[in-house]
């Protein structure tokens, strides 16, 4: 049974801009994850997309398309996830794109399954946080922002983006004491099972990306941390 966004525990995330064997690409979807999110930050076409939904339709797990780019946005996925990068320096990646991929393909996903994260990006350095312009936060402020989206927006994911290096648990531990009604997803590092087994202590979802295409065997490992 496929299982909705809101009981994922662990996720692995493809990137179409980059090459996986088949090999590799059935090993991650049938590994028992809960679903596999498609989604990056560049170079993502709509050719590679459908190449991939087309290749990960073979087998029985649940297929989200992240909207990060509109040339991208096409139909026949199991979930839509539209990001908002809260602590974006522009409004561009707060809310303009999405008010331009919905003004173009908003018709043919007004009975799909849309849901918003609020993604707050926590490495300066990634090439997500220099996209979007990303302010740097304190502690107190990723709370503060995590709460605005939970509480205020009443968005259904909040999304903690380290994007590449590992995060602070104690302050993921911080964002899961004000989330309320949200989901938790957090990712960032998670190239291990110690990693994975605490990082899940705190975030309702762990989203297992990069290391898939470093270390196979280490990114299945993961999964079995989350049961």
């Known amino acids: 049974m496929l299982l909705p966004y809101d009981e994922w525990r662990h996720v692995f995330k493809l990137d179409p801009a980059k090459e996986i064997e088949e090999t590799t690409l059935e090993a991650i979807a049938t590994s028992g994850t809960d679903a596999i999110i498609v989604g990056g930050t560049d170079d993502i076409t709509l050719d590679a997309t459908l190449d991939l939904l087309m290749r990960l339709r073979r087998y029985p797990v649940a297929v989200a398309l992240e909207i990060s780019e509109l040339e991208a946005a096409t139909m026949g996925f199991d979930t839509y996830l539209t990001p908002s990068v809260l602590n974006s320096g522009t409004l561009e990646y707060l809310v303009e794109k999405q008010v331009e991929a919905l003004q173009e393909v908003g018709h043919m996903l007004a009975h799909a399954d849309l849901v918003g994260e609020g993604y707050i990006v926590l490495n300066p350095e990634a090439k997500v946080a220099r996209v979007t312009k990303a302010k740097v936060l304190q502690d107190e402020q990723v709370v503060a ?5 939970d509480s205020v927006f009443r968005l259904p994911i909040v999304y903690l983006e380290y994007s590449g290096i590992y995060g602070n648990p104690e302050v993921v531990a911080a964002v899961k004491d004000v989330v309320r009604q949200a989901r938790l997803f957090y990712g960032g590092g ?7 087994r605490e990082m899940f202590r705190y975030a309702d979802t ?3 990306g990069n290391v898939i295409y470093e270390d196979l065997k280490a990114a299945l ?4 941390a989350t049961r």
Request: hydrophobic letters at 60%; zero cysteines.
């Open 190 to 196: 998670i190239d291990s099972v110690e990693r994975a």
């Open 206 to 208: 762990i989203v297992v």
């Open 221 to 224: 490992a993961t999964v079995e």
């Open 145 to 149: 922002y995590a709460q605005l989206a």
